[in-house]
C-alpha cells in the first residue's frame, strides 16, 4: 500500500513530502563518521526546498560551523508552480520582512544564504540566514539554479518524486557530490543503474527498516496505515538515499555462510535449492543472506542486496531490468500445460526463467514454477571467492 502511495505521488505530481531531522542527521552522520571533514570548506546546495522551515536548511544552518561549511544555499519553488491544491500561506518571518512583495511571494521562488555573522553574537547559525526572492520560479531547470548547482560543491536534497530521473540527469551533468531522496525500484531504471553499476553512485547509509516517514500537506488523503494520525506524518516503504559521497558501512563485507550450509540451515533455499535459470548462466538466490561465499560464478540477487553491496567483496555485472544484461535465449507464444492446469501469461520486467514450461512470446525472464512472477534481479559475482 505504502509503495502504490509513493506511485500515485508521482502520478500525480504530489512532490510535496518533507523529510524528518532526524533522518537528515542520521545520514549526514554516516558521512562524518568516515571523513570528518567532508563538509569543511564547502559550498552545500539546497535545491527543492522551503527554507523557511524545511528541515534540511535547519540542519546545515544550525551545524555551519561544526561542519566548517564555506556556504550554505537553500532555494524553494514558487508556490504558483505547485499544484492547485497544495496550501499556501506566507510565513510571518517572509511578512515581517522588508523584502516582502505580495505578488512574488506566489510567482517567485525564494533564496536563503548563510556565509557570515549578521546578528553579532560571535556565531554563524540559522538566526543569520539572509534570503531574497529569485528572478524566477525556483525550477531546478533554469538557468538561475543551474548557476547555483556550478557553484556548490555538494547538493543534498529531496527531489520531487515526478522529477526523480530529469534531477538525478541534472545532478550528473553538474559533475557534483550529492546526496539525495528516491526510490528503491528506481535503481533498475536505465538512467540509474549503470552508475551504480560502475561505482560512480551508490547506496547511503538509509533509513530505519527502509521506512521514510513524512509530512505533507496532503497527509491525510492517504489510507490508515500509511498516514499516521497520531504523529501526522505519510509511510513509504523502500525509500533510500543515493549518493556520492562515502560511508563506511558500504565497505562492511557481508558474513555469509556456504553453499552447503545454506542448504541446511537458511529457509531461503533448504528446500528448493539454487535453482539455475533456463535463459541466463546464473543461479536464483532469493535474499542477500542466501549468497554463498564459496559460489564463484553469477548469481541473481534481489535489488535490496544493493543495500548491504560492497565493492570490495562483489563485482556488480548487470542487471534484468533491460537488455544491459540479455538473456540468452526466447520463447515462442505456445502455451503449455503443467500438472493440467493452463497457464496464465506473464508480462512485464521479470527474473530468469529456470523452466521450460514458462511461456510468452520474446525475450524476457522469469522464475518458478508454476510460473510466477519475481521481483527484478541484480547479476554478481564475488571478487574473490570464500576457500
Known amino acids: 500500500m505504502a509503495n502504490e502511495n509513493l506511485g500515485n505521488a508521482k502520478r500525480e505530481k504530489n512532490d510535496e513530502f518533507y523529510t524528518q531531522y532526524a533522518d537528515i542527521e542520521k545520514e549526514m552522520n554516516a558521512y562524518l563518521e568516515f571523513n570528518p571533514d567532508v563538509f569543511r570548506n564547502k559550498t552545500v546546495l539546497l535545491p527543492c526546498d522551503d527554507p523557511e522551515w524545511s528541515n534540511f536548511t535547519k540542519y546545515f544552518a544550525q551545524r555551519f560551523q561544526d561542519l566548517g561549511l564555506k556556504k550554505l544555499i537553500s532555494t524553494s519553488y514558487a ?108 535503481i533498475t531504471y536505465k538512467e540509474v543503474f549503470p552508475l551504480i553499476k560502475d561505482d560512480k553512485m551508490w547506496l547511503g547509509s538509509g533509513f530505519h527498516a527502509g521506512n521514510a516517514y513524512f509530512s505533507s500537506p496532503t497527509s491525510r488523503d492517504y489510507a490508515a496505515g500509511v498516514y499516521d494520525e497520531e504523529t501526522g506524518l505519510v509511510k513509504f516503504r523502500n525509500v533510500v538515499w543515493m549518493t556520492t559521497i562515502e560511508h563506511g558501512r558500504r565497505h ?101 526463467v529456470i523452466r521450460e514450461e514458462t511461456f510468452g512470446a520474446g525475450t524476457y525472464f522469469d522464475v518458478g514454477y508454476p510460473v510466477r512472477a519475481v521481483y527484478k534481479r541484480i547479476f554478481i559475482r564475488h571478487k574473490k571467492v570464500a576457500k
Request: net charge negative.
Open 79 to 186: 508556490p504558483n508552480s505547485k499544484p492547485k491544491d497544495i496550501p499556501y500561506q506566507p510565513t510571518l518571518f517572509e511578512i515581517d520582512s522588508p523584502e516582502f512583495d505580495p505578488e512574488k511571494t506566489y510567482e517567485n521562488g525564494k533564496i536563503f544564504t548563510l556565509t557570515r555573522d549578521m546578528t553579532g553574537d560571535d556565531a554563524i547559525n540559522v538566526d543569520d540566514l539572509e534570503w531574497s526572492y529569485l528572478e524566477g520560479d525556483g525550477d531546478f531547470r533554469s538557468d538561475e539554479i543551474k548557476a547555483l548547482r556550478d557553484e556548490a560543491d555538494i547538493i543534498i536534497t529531496n527531489p520531487p518524486f515526478s522529477l526523480f530521473r530529469e534531477f538525478l540527469a541534472w545532478l550528473v551533468e553538474g559533475r557534483v557530490e550529492f546526496s539525495m531522496i528516491g526510490n528503491m525500484n528506481a
Open 252 to 352: 562492511q563485507p557481508l558474513s555469509l555462510m556456504t553453499q552447503e550450509e545454506n542448504l541446511k540451515f537458511n529457509k531461503a533455499v533448504k528446500d528448493v535449492g539454487y535453482q539455475k535459470y533456463d535463459n541466463y548462466d546464473a543461479i536464483e538466490v532469493p535474499r542477500t543472506d542466501a549468497i554463498p561465499s564459496d559460489y564463484d560464478r553469477v548469481m541473481g540477487v534481489p535489488i535490496s542486496f544493493l543495500d548491504k553491496y560492497s565493492p570490495e567483496q562483489f563485482e556488480i555485472l548487470g542487471s534484468d531490468a533491460y537488455d544491459a544484461t540479455p538473456p540468452t535465449k526466447k520463447y515462442s507464444n505456445k502455451v503449455r500445460v503443467v500438472d493440467g492446469q493452463k497457464l496464465k501469461s506473464n508480462t512485464g520486467t521479470m527474473g530468469c
